[in-house]
């Protein structure tokens, strides 16, 4: 009997309502390989692997080719397993040329000499590592320090031991732009560099012609009254200048010490201040000679001889039983200092050849005699590399340092260059005027004045 329902039979029998449904056409599914778990690793991450220079680990390994082969004629340039005869192998094409070791040559562009394999795709380098942007307003070019242009460190061939390594450093200190070289016969204070030459040739005449007129008086007329008082001025003046010789840098040392510190906030453009602050390393820092302590910007090692009735001259002008200066080496370069005035950070600029005056306290680090020279091999391989002798002499070791985190006094001419705060070297020198009190002569202080104590026994503020 007929219904007005639809209905059919399933393939199990069973009548159900309703019209069959028709057949769709399934989707093709495209089939690919599982992707390995690389783990974060770049050597397991294919062709990221490749774009940094890294040998991808491979999953397969090239061999002779053993067992019978059967199905298609291509060629295959890694090993396929054995297979029982009958049953078609099938593989990915590998197809290609195969060298000598039975692996498939990989094709490069350009031109490539005979008998050279050719090699992989390059970049054009190491990727330089990104320096984080602090902020930090550094001097000089790109090129000076121990960094190159990308941020990363310069590299140097060839090895170097020990000695090579302080050469190295040392020449690069002599040679180095942005350090500056101090003279060896500065020692920051002279007598006479208060006065001008005209002064002190005008006075040499008037003690030239005082001698003169009054031998003359005491010859015609018998009277030495003259003479005798142009012999106690010029006693006068011998004992002013040998006191100022010998307490002058006491003086001009406690001179700056009373100079009052500035306010950088309300300091002008071009006025000459004083300031005192925390020191903080540029973009070069130097390390000390002998002691080797890092992070300086500022270093001074003084050799001194002591010279006897038999002994030899440490220098030209070297006086018998009296210490005499034969080696010294002093270099300082750009830095920062934080004032404790106002807080405010000021560019030092004491490098690229800029004129110093320094009043740094040096410490003995080594006193030798010719009994236990032996006893310091740091002592004599520092004598090596700079071709002393250490023969039977009697030498002092000084070594001063102004170090990341000292305390320092600077005097010096503000200028302010895009709101960028600096402190340089005055054009004309400073004179500290003369001081009765303490009968020393004007000193003329010449370029920017570093003043900083010993501060090998002290510690320093971190920074």
Known sequence: MGSRFPSHQLSNGLYVSGRPETPKDKP???????MPYTGGDIKKSGELGKMFDLHVEKSRKSGPISGPITGTSRSYSGSLPNNPAGQ???????????????????????????????????????????????????????????????GAPRKISGPLDATGSIKLRTSSFVHNQSVTNLNSENEGF????????AVIWSVVLLFVMGFIAGGFILGAVHNAVLL????????????????????????????????????????????????TGVVTCGNFPLESSFQRVPRCVYTSTSLFEYRGWDSKAANSKHRHFTWGLRSVERHVVDFYISDFQSGLRALVKTGYGAKVTPYVDESVVIDVNPENKDMSPDFLRWLRDRNLSSDDRIMRLKEGYIKEGSTVSVMGVVQRNDNVLMIVAPTEPFSTGCQLAQCVLPVSLEGIVLRCEDTSNIDVIPV
Not at 28 to 34: F, M, P, Y
Not at 231 to 242: E, N, P, S
Request: with cysteine; hydrophobic share 35%.
């Open 228 to 275: 005798i008082v142009v012999v106690v001025i010029f006693c006068g003046v011998g004992v002013l200048l040998l006191w100022n010789a010998c307490w002058g840098k006491k003086a001009v040392v406690r001179f700056v010490g009373k100079y009052a510190d500035a306010d950088l906030r309300n300091a002008r453009d071009g006025q000459y201040v004083k300031v």
């Open 190 to 197: 002279s007598v006479m560099s208060g006065f001008s030459k």
């Open 28 to 34: 093709v599914l495209i089939s690919s390989g599982a």
């Open 88 to 150: 078609p192998t099938r593989s990915k094409s590998n197809s290609g040329p195969l060298n000598k070791h039975g692996e498939p040559v990989k094709k490069s562009s350009g031109p490539q000499s005979g008998g050279v394999t050719p090699m992989a795709r390059q970049n054009s380098g190491p990727l330089a590592p990104i320096l984080p942007t602090t902020g930090l307003i550094t001097s000089g070019p790109i090129s000076s320090g121990p960094l190159n242009s990308s």
